[in-house]
């Protein structure tokens, strides 16, 4: 897995970005995970988005129970639905609210880079690959841990090899200290 040190030239930009990241991360709702993304192009923030419901629908908090695989996280703490029942959750990934975002707008973010405070997941990287984004920088590592699938983390390894082989960058931001997220409440999206 290919690091970006802290004595890199380009590590103060990415640190930048990456603590927009973590900032979007805050407006996530999820019972499960919580998730920030951005993408950037020349300077440019093109979009931004946290992983949650589809937008106006009830969020997965305890009182709204927007997502039923997320109620059922808290409903039952000690179900181990790790890797399972994602074909019942109603949440968009960060990444793709990122690049959704962008889209509403007109932006295209082909050539930019995703700055997103986890790795991509398997489905998230092959749409980075389809719009044809340049870098990916990520703060924690994913693992595909679904139990029926030991081949998925094989196949993300094939992806992202892949990916680099176009002379693209993939790379987790190596912090001298956990980056914490800033707090801050944000209204509902309209």
């Given at each position: 897995?290919?690091?970006?040190?802290?004595?890199?030239?380009t590590?103060?930009?990415?640190?930048?970005?990456?603590?927009?990241?973590?900032?979007?991360?805050?407006?996530?709702r999820?019972?499960?995970?919580?998730?920030?993304?951005?993408v950037?192009?020349g300077?440019?923030?093109?979009g931004?988005?946290?992983?949650?419901?589809?937008?106006?629908?009830?969020?997965?908090?305890?009182?709204?129970?927007?997502?039923?695989?997320?109620?059922?996280?808290?409903?039952?703490p000690?179900?181990?639905?790790?890797?399972?029942?994602?074909?019942?959750?109603?949440?968009?990934?960060?990444?793709?609210?990122?690049?959704?975002t962008?889209?509403?707008?007109?932006?295209?973010?082909?050539?930019?880079?995703?700055?997103t405070?986890?790795?991509?997941?398997?489905n998230?990287l092959?749409?980075v690959?389809q719009?044809?984004?340049?870098?990916?920088?990520?703060l924690r590592?994913?693992?595909?841990?679904?139990?029926?699938?030991?081949?998925?983390e094989?196949?993300?390894?094939r992806?992202?090899?892949?990916?680099?082989?176009?002379?693209?960058?993939?790379?987790?931001?190596?912090?001298?200290?956990?980056?914490?997220?800033?707090?801050?409440e944000?209204?509902?999206?309209?």
């Amino acid at each position: 897995m290919e690091l970006i040190e802290g004595g890199a030239p380009t590590w103060r930009k990415h640190d930048f970005y990456m603590r927009l990241a973590l900032v979007v991360e805050t407006g996530a709702r999820c019972l499960g995970s919580r998730v920030g993304a951005a993408v950037v192009r020349g300077d440019r923030v093109l979009g931004t988005g946290y992983n949650g419901t589809p937008s106006g629908f009830p969020n997965c908090t305890p009182a709204e129970r927007g997502c039923h695989r997320c109620a059922l996280r808290y409903d039952e703490p000690n179900a181990d639905l790790t890797g399972r029942l994602y074909d019942i959750c109603l949440c968009v990934h960060a990444e793709q609210n990122a690049l959704a975002t962008a889209a509403r707008f007109g932006v295209a973010a082909e050539g930019g880079t995703l700055y997103t405070t986890v790795q991509p997941c398997f489905n998230c990287l092959k749409e980075v690959m389809q719009v044809g984004l340049r870098a990916v920088v990520f703060l924690r590592p994913w693992t595909a841990r679904h139990p029926d699938y030991g081949w998925v983390e094989g196949e993300y390894r094939r992806l992202v090899a892949h990916y680099r082989e176009r002379g693209n960058l993939f790379a987790r931001l190596a912090t001298d200290q956990p980056l914490e997220p800033v707090e801050v409440e944000l209204g509902r999206p309209s």
